[in-house]
């Protein structure tokens, strides 16, 4: 894992320009030779005049977790504070389900859950610190980066209960390798309608239902599709390095600054965002776009019942997450819902369509 820090500041991440001798010598030393050949900078897309369809890939998100989204997103998914927030949501939810005496703090278990979806598994490890010994956790994410971080973070804090794999969740036997069934599955963080073709996110539905055992939960944190319709920012910047009361934590000259535009689709159904990361004094590292399903709680509801799972309890809406960046955008980000379904048992449910 590359250090995030070090970005702007020693030229090791591969899309910036090594610094030259001169920049790399104190002065009166004789310059020493270049480390690496200068690639080149990234152009990007230029002035797109809103039509950021014309630049969107079908598979986006292949490739966007990695560093730099750890650092964009950073101030919410790499915030202990907020996957705190969001662990106790959970525990309350799992608490009226689990086994008999199975709870934080007791021995009885292992309870076993999959994080789908995982990213850096900061729900999967934050789970396993509340509740040693109960639980044992698989986390499964397409991106190889994020599942690295999350083993090196589960092998420092001695998670040994942990595992992580590599593998697309709308892929035929993506959880085999969790060794099903679970007692519940979390798909956490607003990962689901990334695709345009929404028969995707009920192949990640149909996986999490068939890694279930009857009875079993599946717990989904998604944007509020109908706020988000109303209410995303058509436009924002957002200084990277400036943490709560704006003090700048960045060297003159090495600030790191995210913008973003955003607009709705056609038909109303997906929020498609450009985003472009600079680093001042290095230039543009990222410019990407992505568009996003938004869902309603109704929509969910009925995707789920395809693969038989039921509403559990009421919907939870997490609106009142800030980010400690002063004045961040939180994006998608900003208002979600958390559903709890449960597997129906068999020959109970499987109606509707997504
Ligand atoms: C916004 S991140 C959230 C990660 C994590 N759940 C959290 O809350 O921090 C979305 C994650 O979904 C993963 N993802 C999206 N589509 C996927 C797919 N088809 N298969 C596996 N992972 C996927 C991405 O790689 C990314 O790590």
């Known amino acids: 894992m590359r250090n995030l820090h070090a970005?702007?500041?020693?030229?090791?991440?591969?899309?910036?320009?090594?610094?030259?001798?001169?920049?790399?010598?104190?002065?009166?030393?004789?310059?020493?030779?270049?480390?690496a050949r200068a690639p080149p900078r990234l152009l990007g897309f230029g002035e797109v005049d809103h039509t950021l369809e014309k630049h969107l890939q079908e598979d986006w998100w292949e490739d966007l977790?990695?560093?730099?989204?750890?650092?964009?997103?950073?101030?919410?998914?790499?915030?202990?504070?907020?996957?705190?927030?969001?662990?106790?949501?959970?525990?309350?939810?799992?608490?009226?389900?689990?086994?008999?005496?199975?709870?934080?703090?007791?021995?009885?278990?292992?309870?076993?859950?999959?994080?789908?979806c995982c990213g850096q598994g900061r729900h999967a490890l934050e789970l396993l610190r509340r509740w040693p010994g109960g639980l044992r956790v698989t986390g499964v994410d397409q991106s190889a980066t994020l599942i690295g971080v999350a083993r090196e973070r589960a092998a420092a804090a001695g998670a040994t209960s942990a595992a992580f794999h590599v593998a697309d969740a709308r892929a035929p036997g993506a959880l085999d390798a969790a060794g099903t069934p679970a007692d519940a599955v979390i798909l956490m963080g607003n990962s689901l309608g990334y695709s345009p073709q929404s028969a995707d996110d009920s192949a990640i539905l149909r996986n999490a239902a068939?890694?279930?055992?009857?009875?079993?939960?599946?717990?989904?944190?998604?944007?509020?599709?109908?706020?988000?319709?109303?209410?995303?920012?058509?436009?924002?910047?957002?200084?990277?390095?400036?943490?709560?009361?704006?003090?700048?934590s960045a060297a003159p000259g090495a600030g790191r600054l995210?913008?973003?535009?955003?607009?709705l689709s056609p038909c109303g159904g997906m929020l498609l965002?450009?985003?472009?990361?600079?680093?001042?004094?290095?230039?543009?590292?990222?410019?990407?776009?992505?568009a996003e399903r938004m869902y309603s709680q109704a929509d969910l509801d009925r995707a789920a019942a395809v693969h038989g799972l039921v509403p559990a309890r009421p919907a939870h809406f997490l609106d009142g997450e800030t980010s400690a960046r002063l004045g961040a955008d939180m994006g998608m980000m900003a208002s979600r819902m958390v559903l709890t379904y449960c597997k129906a048992a068999p020959g109970e449910g499987g109606t509707g369509g997504v």
């Open 7 to 35: 970005f702007c500041s020693t030229g090791d991440a591969p899309w910036l320009p090594a610094p030259s001798a001169a920049e790399t010598s104190a002065p009166g030393e004789a310059s020493a030779p270049s480390r």
């Open 210 to 248: 068939a890694a279930l055992r009857p009875g079993g939960l599946l717990v989904i944190d998604v944007t509020n599709g109908e706020y988000m319709r109303q209410n995303f920012s058509p436009r924002s910047w957002e200084w990277l390095d400036v943490p709560a009361g704006g003090q700048q």
């Open 65 to 116: 977790f990695d560093e730099v989204y750890l650092l964009t997103d950073g101030d919410v998914v790499e915030d202990p504070a907020i996957t705190e927030r969001e662990v106790d949501l959970l525990l309350q939810i799992l608490a009226g389900h689990l086994p008999t005496g199975a709870c934080p703090g007791s021995v009885a278990g292992p309870y076993h859950l999959v994080d789908l």
């Open 258 to 263: 995210a913008v973003r535009s955003r607009k």
């Open 273 to 290: 965002s450009r985003e472009m990361v600079i680093c001042t004094g290095h230039g543009l590292i990222r410019d990407k776009v992505y």
